[in-house]
């Protein structure tokens, strides 16, 4: 078993903590790992995704959202894992967004999504997505070396609806050493006073993955 896991971890750590590789190293590291990933992720993050349906639920009650009847996009969806954690605490309609058809392959196994889009994610809306057109926009994982852009913040804030509930859950340690990151909170406070979005909350999390930090963010949008 201790072998089990310092080879995941070593698997963990050549795809994220190389801070030069290039989103299509990212991409090609995917579609090779996808069927061993999520039990190698479990092992280094063990309920990785309960909090994210956790911390949904109550800002959607807080805003009086219905968690049966809205609408959540789960960017970076991967393999299904927040889909899953959803389901359990009441959220019905939810669709998968991911830029591997290879993971998107295997949340399909799980049921949990209605709709399952296979694209990049960044600075504009992807083709064939409106703007406001969803209650909620979540994304557990999105940033990493070589990963989603800060700019998918934003992105995200204009795929939701006014009022609606934004959340972005990422490793501390990547807002330390990678550059696209280092500024996430002066970004997040500038949009805030461009009235993209209100804070709810910035919460640090203690045992997010093994010896690190969790860094979570929660926006209603303007």
């Keep these: 078993m201790a072998q089990s896991i310092e ?3 070593e698997t963990w750590s050549a795809l994220v903590h190389n801070k030069d590789i290039t989103s299509n190293e990212v991409l090609h590291a995917y579609k090779d790992w996808a069927n061993a990933y999520e039990a190698d992720l479990l092992e280094l993050h063990p309920d990785r995704a309960k909090h994210m349906a956790t911390y949904l639920k109550e800002l959607c009650e807080n805003a009086g959202l219905n968690v049966a009847t809205v609408k959540i996009l789960d960017v970076a969806a991967g393999t299904g894992l927040v889909g899953v954690e959803l389901v359990k605490v009441g959220f019905k309609h939810i669709d998968a967004l991911d830029y591997s058809q290879e ?3 295997l949340a399909k196994e799980k049921g949990c999504y209605e709709d399952y889009i296979c694209a990049p994610f960044g600075n504009t ?3 064939g997505m409106k703007a406001r057109s969803y209650d909620c926009v979540i994304m557990l994982g999105g940033f ?7 700019s998918s913040l934003h992105t995200m804030a204009r795929l939701c609806k006014r009022n609606g509930v934004l959340i972005n859950s990422m490793t501390l340690q990547y807002s330390e050493f990678v550059d696209e990151y280092l500024f996430i909170n ?7 006073e461009d009235r993209v979005w209100n ?3 910035k919460k640090v999390l203690d045992n997010y993955i093994k010896g690190k930090q969790g860094l979570v963010h929660a926006m209603q949008v303007c």
């Design 7 to 9: 080879k995941n971890k």
């Design 103 to 105: 993971m998107l392959d």
């Design 125 to 127: 809306i992807p083709d």
């Design 144 to 150: 990493a070396a070589g990963h989603l852009p800060l």
């Design 186 to 192: 002066e970004y997040i406070k500038e949009l805030e």
């Design 199 to 201: 804070l709810k909350f």
